[in-house]
């Protein structure tokens, strides 16, 4: 019986030394745990026996323990690269379709070939879907999908409208509308430009030119009155049902018989476009500030293309809308508080975060992101029960209970940090110190069996 006791004891020490090994093996592991190898007594009798001089029989492995504590944070330099501070798991799926789920702490993610974010062995990281403000639709596991991060951004959009907050300097001289020129800044008190686009989503540059008219000048009412013509790719292009305005020489605009209609524009004393008495603005001729269509400008006398030639739609038309927003004051040059415009162009992949809360969002080259989702996470009531599958990768069993999906940044489950990845949690020189205990213990046992070899031969010598 005392060789079996010794036997086990070296069986133990060996456990023992398998699981230190394997923690020191691991040591550079990204989302590595440690095990603990945790050892009970053998001890047998019946109702019979003497428990005064029974002797136990030995010891055997218990348990090999995982240890979820918290591994220290690298930084990267890969948005993709997440760490969690918390209790959490990232939830991955074998692959795209899979309800399959597996769990894991190492988060080194990359792009597959087809934008979907996967770890080295090509398991999928899973997604809440979200809606427009961040928030999460439904925190479901079987409701999660793989991110994926798209390379473009949706489909050209034509512009519409522009939306301008504007002032305009109420110091500057009046000039003489007939002698515009956009060739020659002296002809024209400001201007402005924005970029636009076609129903293809080619690029056009929409340019504002502001006068301040001299024919205004000096007369009781409406002397602060403005005329405003547009250009686009430097072609001019009429304001529908606008004021025409004929040039001399020796503007580029004197062409014989050429006419271009501005937006007349008529500010208040207070440097207010005009309104009535009841607050209904008025200084707007035409009320509504819109080109023509964009096909027909410009016109055949000034020569040149036309605007749209590429078989976009010739009947886009552009609206610019300042309201209220459109002011002039003394003491200031002229300045643009706001532009935007509605119209958008295929965008290329710049940009990809992911927040704390693990709200992925790609941001492309037209100005315009999106949110792609919220990196799922799951908690467990027994962490150390769950199934090692290898990979730094788990599964749920009857020791671990269920998944618990959660998000990051609520409850217990941790913050997510992009750019950083979770080191092992293996503390190098414990584990030295546990593999000297442990070759100790085998050292032991081993020579209490030889002690128990040797008084078996000499009992087996007896005569």
Not at 273 to 279: A, I, L, Q, S, Y
Not at 412 to 420: E, L, Y
Request: proline share 3%.
């Amino acid at each position: 019986m005392s060789m079996s006791i010794s036997v086990s004891g070296i069986n133990a020490a060996q456990k023992h030394l398998d699981v230190t090994s394997n923690n020191i093996a691991n040591v550079n592991t990204i989302g590595f745990k440690n095990s603990r190898a945790e050892f009970a007594d053998m001890y047998a009798n019946s109702i019979f026996t003497d428990n005064r001089t029974a002797v136990g029989n030995g010891v055997q492995t218990a348990c090999v323990s995982q240890q979820f504590s918290q591994g220290s944070l690298t930084t990267t330099k890969n948005a993709l690269d997440l760490s969690i501070k918390g209790d959490g798991f990232f939830v991955l799926s074998p692959d795209a379709n899979s309800l399959d789920r597996t769990y894991t702490r190492a988060g080194a993610f990359q792009c597959d070939d087809d934008g979907y974010v996967v770890n080295s062995m090509g398991s999928y990281l899973q997604v809440y879907d979200v809606n427009n403000d961040g928030t999460v639709k439904s925190v479901s596991l079987d409701s999660t999908h793989p991110l994926r991060i798209p390379s473009s951004a949706g489909s050209p959009e034509m512009t519409t409208r522009v939306d301008s907050s504007m002032t305009l300097p109420a110091d500057t001289p009046y000039l003489n509308v007939k002698s515009f020129d956009p060739l020659d800044s002296t002809t024209f008190n400001a201007s402005t430009s924005v970029k636009v686009y076609d129903s293809l989503g080619e690029a056009h540059t929409a340019t504002y030119y502001f006068i301040k008219d001299q024919e205004a000048q000096g007369a009781a009412t409406d002397a602060n009155t403005w005329q405003m013509f547009m250009f686009i790719d430097d072609k001019p292009v009429d304001i529908e049902n606008g004021n025409d305005k004929e040039f001399i020489a020796p503007s580029s605009l004197s062409k014989a018989g050429f006419k271009l209609k501005s937006a007349q524009i008529v500010f208040d004393d207070k440097g207010n476009v005009k309104t009535n008495d009841t607050g209904e603005i008025t200084g707007y001729t035409p009320a509504i500030i819109k080109t023509v269509a964009l096909g027909t400008a410009p016109v055949a006398e000034y020569g040149g293309d036309k605007i749209i030639t590429s078989g976009a739609n010739a009947e886009q038309q552009i609206e610019y809308l300042f309201g209220k927003n459109l002011h002039m004051y003394g003491g200031t040059s002229f300045s643009v508080e706001a532009i935007s415009q509605n119209g958008s162009t295929v965008g290329q992949l710049t940009n990809v975060q992911i927040d704390d809360k693990g709200i992925a969002s790609a941001t492309y080259s037209n100005g315009t992101s999106a949110k792609l989702g919220m990196i799922a996470m799951a908690n467990f009531a027994n962490p150390q029960g769950l199934t090692q599958i290898g990979d730094t990768c788990w599964r749920k069993s009857l020791d671990s209970g269920d998944a618990v999906p959660c998000q990051a940044t609520v409850g217990t489950a941790g913050a997510i940090q992009s750019s950083a990845l979770e080191e092992s949690n293996t503390d190098l020189a414990t584990q030295l110190v546990e593999l000297i205990t442990a070759q100790r213990h085998y050292q032991a046992n081993s020579r209490a069996l030889e002690v128990n070899n040797t008084v078996m031969d000499s009992i087996l010598n007896v005569r």
